[in-house]
């Protein structure tokens, strides 16, 4: 009988495991929220109640046990967190998008020198109008 190891074709993916087949994150994390959660039971065991302490420890360590374990799309859980509340709350919701286009910027400058142009003419017929009228003047005088 043969066995067979199953083995990843990405090896990207693969992540070094430090101690007992646990990530270095993963130590970390359980071991703060077991530096936070053993105690807090100890503390909350003397009021009597164990099933109260075990669940005040469970809801302490919680969200140690989240960060530790938690990935999606390989990112772990706080980058998600931080991409959530980026485009839930940091960013507007309504981004209009507006682009720069090159035809309506060429029509507006043609306007433009449209327009000039128009003003330049009326002036030059205006000096050009009241030029005569002055020689009209001096001929009939």
């Known amino acids: 009988m043969a ?3 199953s083995v990843p074709r990405d090896l ?7 101690f007992m ?3 270095k994150r993963q130590l970390l ?16 065991k003397s009021t009597g109640n164990i099933s109260f302490a075990a669940m005040g420890m469970i809801v302490v ?3 140690m046990f989240f960060l530790a374990m938690y990935e999606k799309d390989g990112q772990p859980l706080e980058v998600v967190a931080k991409h959530f509340y980026d485009s839930r709350f940091k960013r507007p919701k309504v981004r209009p998008y507006k682009t720069n286009n090159y035809y309506a ?3 507006r400058q043609y306007q433009a020198e449209k327009e000039v ?23 009939g005088a």
Do not use: H, W, Y
Not at 117 to 139: L, T, Y
């Open 3 to 5: 066995a067979f190891i």
């Open 61 to 63: 360590m919680m969200p």
């Open 21 to 23: 087949n646990l990530t």
């Open 12 to 18: 990207s993916k693969v992540k070094t495991k430090v």
């Open 117 to 139: 142009e128009r003003i330049v003419c009326n002036r030059e017929k205006d000096s050009g109008s009241r030029s005569q009228a002055v020689r009209k003047e001096k001929e």
């Open 105 to 107: 910027a060429v029509m």
């Open 29 to 44: 994390c359980f071991g703060a929220g077991a530096l936070i959660g053993v105690p807090l039971f100890f503390v909350l």
